[in-house]
T-cell receptor
């Protein structure tokens, strides 16, 4: 069965510094996608970055990068140069090739300090 | 280009009542998924609709039902509401041909409070 673990309920980071949000996953399907979403207080889930299980390089999208370690089954999100607007809940999610739905982790609340 | 639109944004219902939540998908999307997000938790998959049929269902009781219309919009119905049904209900749309590599576009959700 699919499972996503995020062990950091809350994180603090100083503005302009980098922060890493941890995510580990479990699946028996060799083909899967890993996603990170940001959820501000408005409730909308905002897509940040995607990593495919067969992708050779770590994904990057602007200030977001994904540190993908397949053997360890980890997909950590790195946010560089944090901004006050980055304060939100962050969710790691997985979707298997044969599945239609996402499995989400419990989330990490990131607070960026001025 | 409008994203996913959900209505209403907030709703208060009494235990035992029935509720209908609505979702209009992003333009060009043909698949709608519903998720329940309890306070302090990650979203949990309820079901997905494609071509007006339920394509996949999560571990939710039959009190949760849905519908998809020919214009791809969707409704989520919950009967015999329980206090534990209080949550943020998120609708997400996608393109069926997009495959598992593509993410969803989420709406801002409907916050349901059962009293």
């Amino acid at each position: 069965a699919q499972k996503i673990t995020q062990t950091q309920p809350g994180m603090f980071v100083q503005e302009k510094e980098a922060v890493t949000l941890d995510c580990t996953y479990d699946t028996s399907d060799p083909s899967y996608g890993l996603f990170w979403y940001k959820q501000p207080s408005s409730g909308e889930m905002i897509f940040l970055i995607y990593q495919g299980s067969y992708d050779q390089q770590n994904a990057t999208e602007g200030r977001y990068s994904l540190n993908f370690q397949k053997a360890r089954k980890s997909a950590n999100l790195v946010i560089s140069a944090s901004q006050l607007g980055d304060s939100a809940m962050y969710f790691c999610a997985m979707r298997e090739r044969g599945g239609q739905n996402f499995v989400f982790g419990p989330g990490t609340r990131l607070s960026v300090l001025p | 280009d409008a994203g996913v639109t959900q209505s209403p944004t907030h709703l208060i219902k009494t235990r035992g009542q029935q509720v209908t939540l609505r979702c209009s998908p992003k333009s060009g999307h043909d698949t709608v998924s519903w998720y329940q997000q309890a306070l302090g938790q990650g979203p949990q998959f309820i079901f997905q609709y494609y071509e007006e049929e339920e394509r996949q269902r999560g571990n939710f009781p039959d009190r949760f039902s849905g519908h998809q219309f020919p214009n791809y919009s969707s409704e989520l119905n919950v009967n015999a509401l329980l206090l534990g049904d209080s949550a943020l209900y998120l609708c997400a749309s996608s393109l069926a041909s997009g495959g598992y590599r593509y993410g969803y576009t989420f709406g801002s959700g409907t916050r349901l409070t059962v009293v």
